[in-house]
């Protein structure tokens, strides 16, 4: 009995809410409404205050590249790596994509949730990372 119920609860603690941040392979697709807020974000002039507090480095609107392909395999998976030790606590339904900019790394995430549901505090965010995938920011978005 001991052995099923491990075997259980390693199956739980793989499919839990964080299994879709660090399990799946590859970049997520771009997603043109993702790749506008980041470029929103790094271009608005009423947000310049905000970006010059948080440590953006060299990111720019005109500079904002999609991470897509097996070329960024590796990227995209110390962000999903980044994001679960962030305590963001992804969930299967939440909507990701990843960007670059200059030498940080731009995350949207939108959560998806049934619409038959309203929770209190769920909203779309751009975390930011640097180069050496070390979370830098979080933004409401």
């Known amino acids: 009995m001991d052995a099923f119920l491990t075997a259980i609860l390693a199956l739980a603690l793989r ?16 997603e043109p409404q993702a790749q506008s807020r980041v470029t929103n974000f790094l271009s608005l002039p009423h947000l310049a205050e905000l970006r010059k507090v948080a440590d953006l480095g060299s990111s720019s609107a005109s500079d904002v590249h999609a991470l897509a392909g ?8 110390a962000l999903r790596r980044a994001i679960a030790s962030s305590g963001r606590g992804l969930t299967a339904g939440d909507q990701v994509a990843f960007y670059r900019s200059g030498d940080r790394y731009f ?3 939108t ?3 049934p619409t038959d549901r309203i929770r ?17 920011a979080r933004f409401s978005a």
């Open 120 to 136: 209190l505090g769920e909203h779309s965010v751009i975390e930011v990372y640097d180069r050496e995938y070390r979370f830098v």
């Open 70 to 77: 097996e070329a960024d395999r590796p990227t995209c998976a």
């Open 15 to 30: 499919l839990g809410p964080t299994a879709s941040a660090e399990g799946q392979a590859g970049c997520p697709a771009p």
């Open 111 to 113: 959560p998806r949730r």
């Open 107 to 109: 995350v949207p995430i």
